[in-house]
């Protein structure tokens, strides 16, 4: 079993550490916040009191962080993953960020000697905690085959995608994908409920035929209930999507329906809704329709 250092401790990070540590691997972790750390300890790993206590001997180096600002800065920043990690140090980012950080950070790593994988996941806060993400790779062929161990613990479906920066335009393709759906299932409730409709045993029987979907089963019914918990936040939502439209800028291709969805992501952030989960599109939907709560 491996030496890991684990950077990113939060909603996502921490399951992913402990299933790390149930496997057998020797788990150090770093995290601006003491919850995920003290998670972390309670599991049976170990807290380091900054990035390069925590990737100090590690064979490999994990980063799970919310935005392209906090790669750059664990990777790049003093005392952090370019700089403390030994040469040969396999290096896992599931953060989901544009795909030049993913290149820049590949690039850089190389030059020092460190084998780097972007690797973002599917499956949220859920897919998480039950150890069964979506993990889109780009990478090294060799490098995939030995970050198995680490992907096995964490994953269900594992794919290599293509070179560094792969994972993250798969990864924007998902995020476009996943958004689309949150808003037509919106609409498909806001227009059953409407027309007088028995909506829930609609989207029960929806879910039975073609347009059956991942995220019918598992929302539609908090999306019913109008419980909007974060699984996984709009904010985040919001980040990805600007990823997405500038994934299809760099690409010279036109996405037009994301665009779209985008745009009603940023509605939902902009009444305030950025905390809640991005099944919350129904709302702003019902308010497009004059059928919002005064």
């Known amino acids: 079993m491996s030496k890991i250092g684990f950077i990113g401790l939060g909603i996502m990070g921490a399951p992913m550490a402990r299933h790390l540590v149930a496997a057998g691997h020797d788990v150090t972790g770093f995290d601006v916040a003491p919850k995920g750390l003290d998670a972390l300890v309670e599991a049976g790993g170990a807290a380091a009191g900054d990035v390069a206590g925590a990737v100090a001997g590690a064979e490999i180096a994990v980063l799970m962080l919310p935005q392209d600002e906090h790669v750059e800065d664990v990777f790049f920043g003093a005392g952090g993953v370019l700089e403390s990690a030994a040469p040969g140090t396999l290096v896992i980012d ?9 290149i820049r950070v590949a690039e850089a790593g190389a030059r020092k000697g460190l084998r780097v994988l972007d690797a973002p996941v599917s499956g949220g806060e859920r897919g ?52 689309g759906t949150f808003a037509l299932v919106a609409e498909a409730i806001v227009l059953m409920e409407a027309a007088g409709v028995d909506a829930r045993a609609g989207i029960d029987v929806i879910a039975g035929g073609l347009a059956a979907s991942r995220i019918l089963d598992l929302k539609r019914e908090s999306m019913l209930a109008r419980e909007f918990a974060p699984g996984f936040r709009i904010d985040l939502h919001h980040k990805d999507m600007g990823i997405a439209t500038a994934a299809a800028r760099s690409a010279g291709v036109a996405l037009p329906m994301t665009g779209m969805v985008a745009q009603l992501i940023a509605a939902a952030r902009a009444r305030g809704l950025g905390s809640l989960d991005h099944s919350v599109l129904l709302k702003v939907v019902e308010d497009l329709s004059g059928r919002g709560a005064a």
Request: net charge neutral; charged share 15%; hydrophobic share 50%.
């Open 128 to 179: 998480a905690v039950d150890g069964v993400l979506s993990i889109m790779v780009g990478g090294a062929g060799a490098d995939v085959a030995a970050a198995a161990p680490v992907f096995d613990a964490v994953g269900r479906t594992v794919q290599r995608v293509g070179g560094p920066g792969a994972g993250q335009y798969v990864k924007a393709a998902n995020q476009l994908l996943v958004g």
């Open 94 to 102: 599931f953060s989901t960020v544009r795909p030049e950080t993913s």
